[in-house]
């Protein structure tokens, strides 16, 4: 039997790391917060359509592995990440991840990526999308609590998306405000240091909380929080992490992705189970209303769903065409005949 | 800031299809599988110690991709498969998979690789892991219903770990035996092709059953099983798809790996919610008997579970030590401070 080249379909397109910051910079990453920013939102207006369910987590002491999986009926993909706070003690990333795209047709992949990066691009544009339609008409200035590995992300897609101009840092560590100072230097952002999440959240119009530490804490207390804000909580992504005190909950009208999953880690689960939500789906598809009043406190109660992590992993995909940014690997046995598995083994031997 | 080489940690090794058959041939194919028969058995007698879950399964009309995830509180395992039957037809396989291991208490991968060949290896030695306890003493001859990409791993399995010496096939498609009987010739196998699976059961000690159709079919109906044999079922590996009359299933003793996840997926989906099952790992440790009498029927409803793969991915990583069979993959963001994500990407514009 002649040993043919395996097919087209054998290889799949693998975006490293290296590659993924080659694509970041071709496509330039503001250009990138916003693209990702109306992928999200497109995908959030088709929300009936994609299969849904609560990540599939496997908690242990250190952490958490997660797997994330959703399909629209064309197109599957899923996400492997894990949340680690003491891993910065290691030198290691508290958040990880890489991500797949397959044809529901076949079940073959047809991209593999890092998306630790990927994550922070989709979680930042998640945020500006959210804020678009829940933050005050014409904010202006952003508070960041919390100069970890996201603050940049956040801050970028906030001015790419909103036109934030001012943005107030605070962290329990200088040291991360002055990185993140840094990092945002020239990029046409006011940056003010701050010595306390109070004095961070000062004339802010979106409070952004992104703290790392897997405890209930308390980052924003009520009294801190004025009328008309837009919170954006991202820190608080698994049970028994959360970073708002339970009484600015029952001040704001709290929107969320997707609810079976945030009454498990999100702010709300220091609430009842019946704690009333608005799902931020029905918002961008014009079936909820956002914001209603000058005066309201929205919260955008954000852990992280696997649809936006779809968007993304489709949105690489299309850039990817037409440029060299990719590897391809030899994932799929591919043998001439299917049902001959064994001859490919054998013949290779 | 200096630009740091990633740690040892961001490159993750990847074991491609052509790296998994040059390990096989490495460690030699018989070898092999009667390692997986230890390392799959080695773990269902630690069965307890596992995180399980049924797999996460996303069904379409032409087929189902499912993530199969495990953790032993160390190490975390995780496999995607798809099963597409009509893949056949456009010439790709109806079974492809990947998988991988991560350190539980960072998160971090620590291996990648194909596992369309792996799956087949280990589905084999589960297959002959079972057998060992559930089959007749002396067991030689082994019918082989269904001559799929998976039948010669069957049959090899079987001959390393409990010495069969006769195999008959019998396929609905002659050209699938007579490619099961091309590659399995001089393997030391007495090959029988048999023109119907009545044939092919007469005098066979194992029955295997291993089709493809997605549907409710009847591979074996209750007169053609004869008292005393053990039936080895791993074809009914889904919701809607069985291969077994439901009055063989009266008859025998039903084994399994999982029971949430087999009464959905395997032959007992036909039978009532409480019907009888013995879960095969209590035999393997001793908590349950096995075959009891030389009259009785044994049936072995396999389906697949999760911790068949991670004791696969295991033995993998372990062979692999001392090889160059892999590449290292950079699909882990490493910035010098890990809290520096945005710094790592700035740097590489």
Redesign the interface.
Known sequence: MPALL??E??FIP?V???NM??L??HVG?ETMLIGLTEAVEADFRRWDLF?K?PR?A?H?L????E?M?T?D?AV?S?K?V???PK??A?????V?A?G?L?E??????VLLT?M??LT?LRTAATSAMAARHLAPAKARCLALIG???Q???QALAMKAVLGIEEVRLYDIDPK?TE??M??LANMGLRLVPCASAQAAIEGADIITTCTADKQFATILTDNMVGAGVHINAIGGDCPGKTELHRDILLRADTFVEYPPQTRIEGEIQQMDPDYPVTELWQVVSGRAQGRRSEAQITLFDSVGFAIEDFSALRYVREKLVGTDYFQK???????D??????????R??
Chains 1, 2 share one sequence.
């Not at 529901?104 to 992949?109: A, E, L, R």
């Not at 690997?329 to 043998?335: G, Q, V, Y």
């Open positions: 395996p097919s379909k054998a693998f490293s790391v290296e910051m080659r970041v910079h990453i299969d369910t599939v496997s242990s250190d952490g958490v592995i797997l999986p399909s009926g599957y899923f492997y894990n949340g680690h891993n910065m290691q030198g290691l990333q508290t990880t890489f797949l397959a529901v047709s076949t079940g073959y992949p890092e630790t990066l922070a100069n970890g590995a603050a940049e992300f991360a990185k993140t840094r990092n690997l030899d994932i799929i046995a591919d043998p005949d299917p049902r001959d598995l064994f001859g490919m083994l054998q290779a031997g």
